[in-house]
């Protein structure tokens, strides 16, 4: 009888292990299910980065007129150059007819070495200033030839000539010489076309 009872306790042990549920197991990862995962998400990063950086485009109402996007151009003058009085007349200029404009020692005058001369040059005012202390003629270029000129004898008003000098001394050594003299204003600064004097020395 015990035997019977101990058999059958044993046969309801295992019918109820075996009526048990099952521990629930891990379902098997779905690698393709991953991938794909993973492949949405790189181009969904993609797409808002291309997005972030993407220019905007300027609607047809937003588009600069060629007035608000022309450069001007602004020419910067000196003070003395600036038109006075007459629109479009310089107030520092200076001009020469070539036929007179050397009043004396013509071009290719023979010196002998270190010969003393004043060269002579008629010009005219054709500036809206007049010339007055401190305008004259300084040295531009070529061979300076020792150059000193000459201040300017009288005030010279808007187109009026007037005859401006330079005292030279003539090289020692043969050959041929130019010197070219600017005018300049009073505050020093150069304008115009520049005279000169052509010599040989034999």
């Known amino acids: 009888m015990n ?6 306790g044993i046969g309801m042990v295992f019918a109820g292990a075996a009526c048990a549920p099952a521990a629930s197991a891990q379902p098997t990862p ?9 492949a949405r998400t790189v181009v969904a990063e993609i797409t808002l980065t291309a997005a972030a950086f993407t220019p905007v485009q300027a609607t047809p109402s937003e588009t600069a007129t060629p007035a608000q996007t022309a ?3 602004v020419l910067v003058a000196d003070a003395t150059s600036i038109a006075l009085g007459t629109p ?3 107030c520092d200029s200076v001009t020469f007819d070539p036929a007179t404009v050397d009043v004396n020692v013509p071009d290719l005058t023979q010196m ?5 001369f004043v060269k002579t040059w008629k010009v005219r005012n054709n500036g ?4 007055g202390d401190g305008y004259g003629l300084i040295y531009a270029y070529g061979e300076k030839m020792a150059g000193a000129p000459q201040p300017i004898p009288t005030v ?3 187109g009026q000539e007037v005859d401006i000098s330079v005292n030279f001394r003539a090289p ?8 070219a003299w600017q005018m300049v204003n009073g505050r020093g600064v150069p304008f115009g076309k520049p005279v000169y004097v052509k010599i040989i020395v034999k």
Not at 3 to 8: N, Y
Not at 112 to 116: M, S
């Open 3 to 8: 035997t019977a009872l101990r058999l059958l």
């Open 30 to 38: 779905d690698v393709s299910a991953i991938k794909t995962s993973v």
């Open 71 to 73: 450069t001007a151009t």
């Open 88 to 90: 479009g007349v310089l």
């Open 112 to 116: 002998t070495p270190n010969q003393d």
């Open 128 to 131: 809206s200033c007049a010339w």
């Open 156 to 158: 010279v008003e808007a």
């Open 172 to 179: 020692s050594k043969t050959g041929e010489y130019v010197s």
